[in-house]
Every structure is written in C-alpha cells, then in structure tokens.
C-alpha cells in the first residue's frame, strides 16, 4: 500500500485479555519495527524485523510480549495476559533495505482496563 | 550511557516568529539524523534527514544543521505557522544496520 496501515486504530480490552495489534508495511520494505508511546512520552523501541534474519527482540519489556512477521510483509505483536500499565500506542514502522528514515503507521491506542 | 537527547521539553512562540530545535547526540559514530513531526493522535512524520558528512540541509520552511564537533543537531523551522505545532522528536542512526534511536521530543506550541 501507499503507507503503513495499522488495525485496530483503538482496542480497549480487559485486564488480563491477550491482544494481537497488526502491522501492514509499505510493499517492498524489508525492514519493520514495533515501538510503544505512553501518554505524552518518547518512542520506546520493542522490535524490529530486517529480511529473513533473526529479529532483534532486545526491546520487548516482558515475555507476554511477542511478535512475528510472515511471509516478509504482516506483522503481528501479541500482548498475552494484558496489564493497564501496557495501556499506551503501539506503532509500527517500516523502511527500505538500503535505509533511511522510517515511515509510521498512525498507531493502535490500546487501553487495558 | 549513549543517548540522543534534547535541551528543551516544550518551546513555545510566536505565530511567524522562526523556531529552533536542539537535540544532543553522544555517539560519533551517528551518520545519518532525521527529524519526525507528531501531531496528536497521528504517528511520527519524516521532516528532514541529514547525512554526517554535510552540516546544513534546507527544506521547505525547515533547515536542519549538524555540529558534529560538539554532537549537536537542530532544526530550524523559518515563520511559524499554528500547523507547526506538534511534538519534534530527533533520531539517529549508528551504523551497523539500519536502527534508528529516538530522542526524548519537544512541544512545539505556536501562539496566534
């Protein structure tokens, strides 16, 4: 597509519920990241996908937090057992192999209650 | 520890007035800089990059300048409009790979 598309825009879900927030990048970037914003915060990476190699999974705050990417295009970041302190906006990000900048999605606000 | 990061939380000026950015940067091994504009509810926008190897960079209204002597970027955005008003977050890039780190961001707010 012509940007990265992110669904849900909103998800309110119940403490304790897993999640599954999806990431659809620019056709042709091979590179795909996952970064939290609280409220009124920075960019908080979580992970980030290159080609077919091993993704870098340093970010993640937990082992509830889990993501893949099939085929080298979707992505999915899966929240199991959700907290309220996961409650922020998750954005995805993608970019070409030669680098660059990134281009966001326009994120998934999640709100654990 | 290394960090990209910035002098001001919140700058606030007004409508036509010229606003300047700063953002401070740790490793000197950062080639590649970018700014990204955040308006509320929406996801990062790419404003303008720069490459190590140049100190100056000119958009549209925007300006970007890298020190590299004292590991400083700013960005310059010339008549502020009420449309500037976001959250302006630096990001750099060490090399290897391609990961970019994100400064803390600063409010723009413009006053009419």
């Known amino acids: 597509g012509a940007g990265v598309s992110q669904s849900p825009s909103n998800k309110v879900t119940e403490k304790g519920k897993d999640v599954e927030l999806r990431c659809d990048p620019i056709?042709?970037?091979?590179?795909l990241y996952w970064y939290r914003q609280s409220l009124g915060q920075g960019l908080e990476f979580l992970i980030y996908?290159?080609?077919?190699?091993?993704?870098?999974k340093s970010g993640l705050p937990s082992d509830r937090f889990s993501a893949e990417r099939t085929g080298g295009s979707v992505s999915t970041l899966t929240i199991q057992r959700t907290q309220q302190e996961d409650s922020a906006v998750y954005l995805c990000a993608s970019s070409p192999m030669e680098g660059g900048g990134y281009t966001f999605g326009s994120g998934t606000r999640l709100t654990v209650v | 520890g290394e960090s990209v990061g910035l002098h001001l939380p919140t700058l606030s000026v007004q409508e036509g007035d010229n606003s300047i950015i700063n953002c401070a940067y740790s490793n000197s091994a950062s080639d590649y800089f970018i700014w990204y504009k955040q308006e509320s509810g929406k996801g990062p926008q790419f404003i303008i990059d720069?490459?190590?190897?140049?100190d100056k960079r000119q958009g549209q209204r925007v300006t970007v300048l890298l020190n590299k002597t004292v590991k400083h970027l700013s960005l310059q955005i010339a008549a502020t409009q009420p449309g500037d008003s976001a959250v302006y977050f630096c990001a750099e890039k060490r090399p290897p790979g391609n990961m970019l780190t994100f400064g803390g961001g600063t409010r723009l707010m413009v006053k009419p």
């Open positions: 720069i490459r190590s190897n140049m």
């Open positions: 996908f290159q080609g077919n190699s091993a993704p870098d």
């Open positions: 056709s042709g970037h091979t590179a």
